[in-house]
Nanobody, 127 residues
Framework: QLQASGGGLVQPGGSLRLSCRASGSTLDYYAIGWFRQAPGKEREAVSGISRRGGSIYYQDSVKGRFSVSRDNAKNTVYLQMNNLKPEDTAVYYC??????????????????????WGQGTQVTVSS
């Protein structure tokens, strides 16, 4: 079971760091994807990171603003979000990706590739 945390209310231009932790399992064999879902919109992939961090994906709209990383010793994956915009407002989820299991590679995260995910965390960007 994965748990995303670290969301909140922030002004445009502000920053947040999201964390993704697993309970009862280790993440170090898995590529992890970050997804988000805004009200009335479909869930979309934001970022992905391979099991050792050697391969990373970003959606075009977040490149240069978001940074994904992981600390396998802490069983945690992070999403640092800087220069946040109102259009970043959404519930953010993390998920294991089946295609990246056991290898240090990640492609564009796809909903069909998700192994498991859990509760998301709300990010609201508003003045």
């Amino acid at each position: 079971q994965l748990q995303a945390s670290g969301g909140g209310l922030v002004q445009p231009g502000g920053s947040l760091r999201l964390s993704c932790r697993a309970s009862g399992s280790t993440l170090d064999y898995y590529a992890i994807g970050w997804f988000r879902q805004a009200p009335g919109k479909e869930r979309e992939a934001v970022s992905g990171i391979s099991r050792r961090g050697g391969s990373i994906y970003y959606q075009d709209s977040v490149k240069g603003r978001f940074s994904v990383s992981r600390d396998n010793a802490k069983n945690t994956v992070y999403l640092q979000m800087n220069n946040l915009k109102p259009e970043d407002t959404a519930v953010y989820y993390c998920a294991t990706l089946r295609s990246g299991y056991g290898i240090d590679w990640v492609g564009e995260p796809a909903l069909a590739d998700i192994g498991s995910w859990g509760q998301g965390t709300q990010v609201t960007v508003s003045s």
